[in-house]
């Protein structure tokens, strides 16, 4: 990677780098993304126009999705050992009472819980292991101005440094991952859609003590929502006002604005006077926004670059991450190989569009019929229904825990990794009697995450390790051999070729009656999860997608109820199964037509086609 001149240059003179990815915003998307690209062997340059991560109004919330992938790299338990709060469930206070928002304890997976841990110390744990890789570079100071094009294709960037001189980075794609306000986006001429909402956020901290609360917990009241988040050493809290209503607010006094806290919350009653000024009470102007096309050839925007997203929820870094690790998953092979062209960026929006859209129909549905009546004082004397049902039927905790946790289409981490494999080991000697029997009662090794190593191995019937595929292995005489990739198809003859497998299959299974239930809980979440994403699409679609996901959801409840029955179990799905991809082909042709959620799909997917199946009629416009 060539670096730019650093003492003899003229004030104004331009330097330029040449790279394979140049990512404007060390935010969680762009460090996410810098991250796997280096893993991948890429040439990557960070850009980031502060001097550091410590700042206000950074999100710090790890959903189980999150973590997860983390754990995919072999990360979790470093990062995991960085100072965080976690909270297995998600509470509210309101004037009725205690409620359960959210169990993430009726996740499945190993993280169920959300990690409260400071987005700064998170940035820093992500671009720490992103600097142990040779092909990865950060230059902080650095702001992206604009993007440099030829020929109608975006080449690389221009940014200025922190003494003013200005540098070109040219590179195969560029990526604009800097927030919600990003000045590479405006200068490619993509506008945002705007969608407005009625609340602003003022944001402030106070002392926390050992007799406080020990969980992240809402408060509701007429006028007035609170958000507090247990930091450890102090409350970070939120408080939830109406659009633009903070000059009103400042002109009725700090004092009154303590009070308010004070009533809303009496265990901090003691403490609103370490609020002294309204310099401690910063203000965070919310929007909402989303690009119609996210990419230009060369360029893609990610995260809130992308779509500006609520404080709803928190799921601000959840979709920011992923966003990095669908492009990481679909641009880092073909940046590799030289291959790398604007089929591949469509491809990112056509993967993460959806649940953008999705989760803003969520956050807007929420504002606009729960929280606009909440600020404007017209909350109900009782508790609201949705409250009431998730503490009558505590199950149904687990819909908001996975919409939250999880979230739609979550991503997985299948970025191929450079240079990691490691020199096969002896294999391990086993007595034959114990071979296929005693697999529980060893610890197993100390290793990575599964997905952070693709390598298979190549295993005995009795479960003693080969080769790893593609590794040297020693011979008689000490003479090498290599395992050719080709033999990875005959892994899986032996009933051990995945080592995973062998203590997976020796897990206790379920009762039949857990196993009922649990399939009862599993059906009952999806069919919540398709009913909101159903609510989700009647506003964008004018209840075209309504009816085949309700007709989707009902088919779920009734499959549950006819799955101990064979016998009208097969006339069941010969009969559904044939309705449901029709109606689904009806109704996914209407919503490429004429829907706004899509709106773009079409050029996209034309994009993608080679071009000797392309038609010569104009395409299709698509704002922004």
């Known amino acids: 990677m060539e670096q730019p001149p650093s003492g003899n240059q003229l004030p104004g003179q331009t330097a ?116 142990r890789l040779p092909s990865f570079e950060l230059r902080m100071q650095a702001e992206a101005l604009e993007v440099l094009e030829e020929a109608g294709r975006v080449v690389g960037l221009t940014y200025r440094d922190q003494d003013g001189q200005l540098h070109q980075v040219h590179a195969q794609l560029t990526v604009a991952a800097d927030g919600r306000d990003s000045g590479l986006r405006r200068s490619a001429r993509l506008r945002p859609k705007v969608f407005g909402v009625p609340m602003d956020v003022l944001w402030f901290r106070l002392p926390r003590r050992r007799t406080d609360p020990m969980q992240t917990f809402g408060r509701l009241s007429a006028g007035h929502l609170l958000v507090l988040i247990d930091r450890g050493a102090y409350w970070q809290i939120a408080s939830v006002i109406a659009k633009d209503a903070a000059s009103e607010l400042r002109g009725l006094g700090l004092a009154s604005f303590r009070a308010s806290v004070a009533d809303l919350v009496p265990f ?25 096309r996210w990419f230009r050839p060369g360029l893609l925007c990610i995260g809130d670059a992308a779509h500006a997203m609520s404080p709803i929820g928190g799921v601000g870094i959840n979709l920011a991450v992923h966003d990095a690790v669908a492009t990481a998953n679909l641009v880092a092979r073909p940046l590799r190989d030289g291959t790398q062209s604007t089929r591949h960026l469509a491809r990112v929006q056509l993967r993460r569009v959806v649940p953008t859209v999705i989760v803003q129909r969520m956050q807007r549905t929420i504002q606009n019929r729960f929280l606009s009546p909440l600020l404007a004082g017209q909350l109900p004397t009782k508790a609201p229904l949705a409250l009431r049902m ?36 002896a294999p391990t000697q086993r007595p034959a ?12 090794p100390s290793r990575p995450s599964r997905s952070a190593d693709k390598r298979r191995c190549l295993c005995t019937p009795s479960g003693a390790a080969v080769a790893a595929v593609g590794a040297p292995v020693t011979g008689p005489g000490g003479a090498a051999i290599a395992v050719p990739s080709s033999a990875a198809g005959d892994v899986a003859r032996y009933p051990w070729h995945d080592p995973d497998q062998r203590t997976r299959r020796q897990e206790p299974s379920m009762d039949q009656q857990a196993r009922e239930q649990a399939f009862m809980n599993a059906l009952a979440t999806e069919h919540f999860v398709l009913q909101a994403a159903r609510s989700a699409i009647v506003g964008e679609q004018v209840g075209r997608g309504s009816i085949y996901l309700g007709a989707v959801s009902s088919a779920l409840i009734a499959l549950g109820f006819l799955a101990q029955v064979v016998t009208r179990l097969d006339p069941f799905v010969a009969a559904v199964l044939p309705a449901l991809f029709l109606l689904g082909e009806f109704t996914f042709a209407a919503l490429l037509r004429d829907g706004n959620m899509v709106a773009c799909a079409m050029p996209l997917l034309r994009s993608t086609w080679p071009a000797s199946r392309r038609t010569r009629s104009a395409p299709a416009r698509c704002g922004g």
């Not at 330029?16 to 404007?24: D, E, L, P, S, Y």
């Not at 009653?269 to 989303?290: F, H, I, K, P």
């Not at 503490?391 to 450079?418: K, S």
């Not at 009697?433 to 005693?438: L, M, R």
Request: hydrophobic fraction near 40%; charge should be neutral; charged fraction near 25%.
């Open 390 to 425: 998730l503490r009558r039927y505590p199950v149904l905790q687990a819909i908001p825990a996975r919409l939250i946790g999880i979230g739609v289409l979550p991503e997985h981490v299948r970025t191929p990794a450079a240079n990691t494999q490691q020199p096969a080991t």
């Open 433 to 444: 009697d114990k071979a296929d029997h005693d697999h529980t009662t060893s610890p197993a």
């Open 16 to 131: 330029r780098t040449q790279v394979g990815c140049c990512i404007a915003g060390c935010g969680p998307a762009g460090a996410m993304l810098g991250l796997l690209l280096a893993r991948a062997g890429i040439e990557v340059l960070v850009l980031e126009k502060h001097s550091g991560f410590l700042r206000d109004f950074r999100g710090d919330t790890l959903h189980p999705s999150t973590l997860q992938l983390f754990d995919e790299l072999g990360l979790a338990e470093p990062l995991l050992d960085l100072p965080h709060q976690k909270a297995p469930v998600l509470g509210v206070t309101t004037d009725a009472g205690d409620f359960t928002l959210a169990d993430f304890r009726r996740l499945p997976g190993r993280y169920r819980f959300l990690a409260f841990m400071p987005q700064w110390d998170f940035l820093d744990f992500v671009v720490g292991q992103a600097r």
């Open 268 to 292: 901090l009653a003691d403490r609103v006077g370490e609020l002294r000024s309204w310099d401690d009470v910063r203000t965070l102007r919310v929007q909402v926004d989303r690009l119609r």
